[in-house]
């Protein structure tokens, strides 16, 4: 809760202009039924015009400098509460962006996005709520009943039943919906997680004729959606007019049982005008703070989902070395993994070292872990047994930014981001040069981008797979770094275009390089090639030692052979 609590801390100052705004309200809107009834019961009373004047001139000067304050109020408390939420929205955006891929699977990027927006905007409304209503209210209040007893009736006990009738009204009602709210953030994450998978689908969608099966299934989501906030609303709604019902009853009764005090003239008539201002002023203060009771099991929701992600126990973590030697060595000794709930392990006693200048290259069928490889790397997730070394030292004991500044590494799936090409290599080394974007744009084959500022749209989608992948290859490339890997990123490349990359990547020749593909072209110039099955490493060699010692590795080399073959 503390985390939650963090952002407001630089905020006090204007918190303060806010409680002296309040103050200043309070006591005018409570100053002005003292008005009123001296004009009653003073100056009507007593046929005193320039009383009335003179008073009525003060009560337009306390309701001008009431409106000024509730100006002010309001303005620092929106300044507040959006000021609070950015800054929220910042930790946690800063904290998912050090999760781990163990940490993604157990909070779902749809639910995510729905806590850092409609959660954020959830808390962020209630904080306005409580510093423009829930402080005024008390001190309205508060206030209202000490002026109550100041004016010596005996109608009070008719503002204690309305208030227990309207505290049972409340917690009725709270008791209704509070576990609905909790639903409705829920449904609201499916609706995120059913469109967003709807969206990216759309290709698929549309080949297998499945339009109406995932409206129906959109539809299905929506529908829950709807029927709870109806639910909840209902229920909610109701209040106002049962509210505004026994408020009328309570000045019916105010007005009827004063109207005998004040034929015994035990109360003024003005006192009488009074006392229905004050006790409408207690009544509507309740309903407020009422308000929030119900608004609070939303926010107590939201910020629960909010400190889940801010508490969420980081598994990669850094390490306190942050020096790393020129030209270091990578030695995978006995590495294992498991995801997460998998009983089974995907690597199994992985053993192999990178070593500068030299070419390493991952082969294997489907699923058999040489993507895991590569994320144990750059530590996207570590090994549940075994070490990996960086010149004999665990990669665990080094800071991750000093770690991953040394290795360049493109994934699978060709990412970009919105903007313009020069943005999207920079990402690879912030500043570089004109000249060495260009650089890495020729040895990447790049030949279809003619301006640096040519746009690029979300996720690369005005660009074919080959060009977001030799994009991708470029931002690798276009900074010095000890250990480049390539996680299958040549898969879309035709044989010639490839060809001239892998030629080109001999420029790195300081570096390790780990490639992992399906395709015997791309690696069989390597220095040492990995066989791997089932999450081991079968066997390792050159190409002409795997072609004439695994089986497994001949078999893809002659079914691929075969099928170029066929293809000339």
Known sequence: MRKLIAPIRDKIPQI??????????????????????????????????QFIIDTGLVMLLMVAISALATIGVSY???????GYAKDLRKIIYSKVLRFSNHELNNISRSSLITRTTNDVNQIQGVLGFVFTTLIFAPLLGVGSIIKVFELQTNLSWIILVNFVIIIILLAVVMVKVMPYFRITQEIIDK???????????????????????????????????????????????????????????????????????????????GDIIAFIQYATLIVTSFLMIGGFFIMLPRIIVSGRRISEVLNTELTITDGELTEISQNPTIEFRDVSYKYPGSEKETLKNINFCLKPGKTTAIIGGTGSGKSTILN??????????????????????????????????????????????????????????????????ELAQVDFVENLSEEVLQGGSNFSGGQKQRLSIARAIIGHHEFYLFDDCFSALDMNTER????NLKDLKDSSILIVSQRIST????????????????????????????????EIAKIQIDYMEALS
């Open 16 to 49: 303060l202009f806010i409680f002296l705004f309040l103050l200043i309200q309070v006591y005018c809107d409570l100053t002005l039924p003292q008005y009123t009834a001296d004009i009653v019961n003073i100056g009507i009373q007593n046929t005193n015009f």
């Open 76 to 82: 620092f408390s929106s300044r507040v509460a959006s």
């Open 191 to 269: 609706i995120n997680k059913t469109a967003r998978e709807i969206l990216i689908g759309i290709p698929v969608i549309k080949a297998f004729v499945r339009q109406d099966y995932e409206e129906d299934k959109f539809q299905k989501v929506n529908q829950d959606f709807y029927d709870v906030n109806i639910y909840v609303f209902k229920k909610i709604l109701m209040l106002l007019p049962l509210m505004t019902l026994i408020m009328n009853l309570m000045i019916v009764l105010i007005l009827y049982f004063g109207a005998y005090d004040a034929v015994n003239s035990g109360i003024l008539t």
């Open 376 to 441: 144990l790397i750059p530590r996207l997730q570590d090994p549940s047994s075994g070490e990996i070394l960086i010149d004999g030292k665990n990669i665990k004991n080094y800071n991750l930014k000093s770690l991953r500044n040394k290795i360049s590494f493109t994934p699978q799936k060709a990412i970009l981001f919105q903007g313009d090409v020069q943005s999207n290599m920079q990402i690879g080394k912030n500043d570089a040069s004109e000249e060495e974007i260009r650089k890495a744009l």
């Open 500 to 503: 001239k990359i892998k030629n």
């Open 523 to 554: 690696i069989r110039d390597a220095d040492e090639i990995l066989v791997i099955d089932n999450g081991e490493i079968v066997d390792s060699g050159t190409h002409e030692e795997l072609v004439e010692n695994c089986d497994i590795y001949r």
